[in-house]
């Protein structure tokens, strides 16, 4: 039987590239990736109704994928097709409405790939593995309708969504990213703490997430598990630094992404960032995008093939002030560029940080100051590695936070990026009394 399988599937398989090739002769627009006859052709048997539906993705790299899947009572078969390189993988695999455990095939019917994940509604997650176990992706697909069917700009479900406890005490900064991971920030107002965290979406819609936070120089402090509740809410549950706990926060903000590529740059990308509805954040936002582009030119200036890795972390968002860091993985890696970016929306001009300090104040030497001193404390026990790593901190490299100014190092490859906080409350006094110290320090 499993022989006959083969031989019905291989001459489907030559009828399907003759009909893809027919097509190469033809111009094509996004519906026309659309393989529905191509899908149905593999099936041996369709008396008895197939069943063919469209999916739709985009990679943190850049690449659009579509795949085209159809099923019958028995069977999965399709076609997984990377649109901007126009490699495409064959999938089979038995049916189950839920659980997808496929194969994929290359065009001359070797197997290479493991594909596993499962299905729920109108979306498929999946987790695409090599057989070598040298390369794996996981990635969301969402179903369109054929007829109104169009690339996505940006993987789905993208967000940024701050949420905050009712006594204020507790601020949530959570993004959901291309690779399907969480990341983010956590303030607990009653320590001064900040953790960032790290995690994973239990299903498609990322209803509950098991997260594990870490300190500022990336040491495991804490894990949680975040719940979606009704009504815009949160509820988190775990331990932070040997404390239980268990608070319901709100939705304070969800934040828009969009994603855009660079026609000079032929190398696979998508830059994500932030959309604001503001005439001059948005002119400025531009210029940031430019210096991103220009840094990826000068990188790959000899490479128009590698797929470019960038990363969009939004620090602070709110209707007064928005702050971020975009990031490029360039060719040197482990070494990402970093752009951070600190923006003042009611008067539309970028933030400088002489801008929270008083005018004859040496703000330069108090946060060198300050700086050290928290980097002291920091290396203490530490091995070298960390010490010289902590050591790249600079207050040059800043993002605001509604707590405070947070000053990054340089990225280690090992721990990531360190970071030191210095509260609003530590420059006290010293702080100049202007409308951004009012808007900062409202609440």
Request: hydrophobic share 35%.
């Amino acid at each position: 039987m499993k022989k006959k399988l083969n031989i019905d599937r291989n001459l489907a398989r030559n009828f399907l590239w003759f009909i893809l090739f027919s097509l190469c002769n033809v111009g094509i627009f996004a519906q026309n990736y659309l393989l529905t006859e191509e899908v149905k052709a593999l099936f041996p048997n369709v008396q008895n109704g197939v069943w063919i539906s469209h999916f739709n993705s985009t990679a943190i790299d850049g690449n659009k994928y579509i795949l085209n899947l159809g099923y019958d009572e028995h069977d999965y078969r399709g076609i997984l097709q990377n649109i901007t390189s126009n490699e495409k993988i064959f999938i089979e695999g038995r049916y189950d409405p839920i659980e997808l455990k496929w194969i994929g095939f290359d065009s001359i019917d070797q197997i290479k790939y493991d594909i596993i994940g499962f299905r729920k509604d109108s979306v498929i997650q999946l987790d695409i593995i090599s057989k070598d176990r040298k390369k794996a992706m996981k990635m969301n697909f969402i179903m369109q309708n054929r007829d109104l069917f169009k690339l996505l700009d940006c993987a789905p479900f993208l967000f940024c969504k701050i949420y905050q406890a009712e006594n204020k005490l507790t601020r949530l900064n959570l993004q959901r990213n291309e690779d399907e991971s969480i990341s983010g920030s956590i303030f607990l107002q009653s320590t001064e703490e900040n953790y960032s965290l790290s995690g994973k979406c239990m299903d498609p819609f990322c209803s509950v997430s098991n997260i594990v936070l870490y300190n500022n120089i990336a040491e495991k402090k804490g894990s949680i598990v975040l719940k979606v509740l009704a009504h815009n809410s949160i509820l988190i549950e775990g331990t932070i630094a040997s404390e239980k706990i268990e608070e319901k926060l709100h939705l304070l903000n969800q934040i828009k992404y969009n994603c855009i590529s660079f026609p000079e740059i032929k190398n696979p990308h998508n830059v994500k960032t932030i959309v604001i509805q503001d005439k001059a954040f948005s002119k400025f936002n531009n210029e940031q995008l430019q210096k991103v582009k220009q840094t990826i030119l000068r990188e790959y200036t000899n490479d128009s093939i590698s797929s470019i890795q960038t990363y969009f972390d939004l620090e602070y968002c709110n209707e007064d002030f928005v702050s971020g860091i975009y990031r490029v993985i360039l060719k040197g890696e482990p070494f990402i560029y970093s752009q951070p970016f600190n923006y003042f929306l009611r008067s539309g001009r970028e933030i400088q940080i002489e801008d929270f300090f008083e005018k004859e104040f040496d703000y330069n030497s108090f946060l060198n100051e300050i700086i050290a001193f928290k980097s002291e404390h920091l290396i203490k026990n530490k091995s070298e590695e960390i010490k010289n790593w902590i050591g790249t901190i600079s207050k040059q490299n800043w993002v605001l936070r509604e707590e405070g100014l947070v000053f990054y190092s340089s990225y280690n490859p090992n721990y990531g990026f360190a970071q030191i906080q210095v509260l609003f409350s530590e420059i006290g006094a010293k702080m100049k009394k202007n409308n951004i110290s009012k808007r900062l320090l409202k609440g």
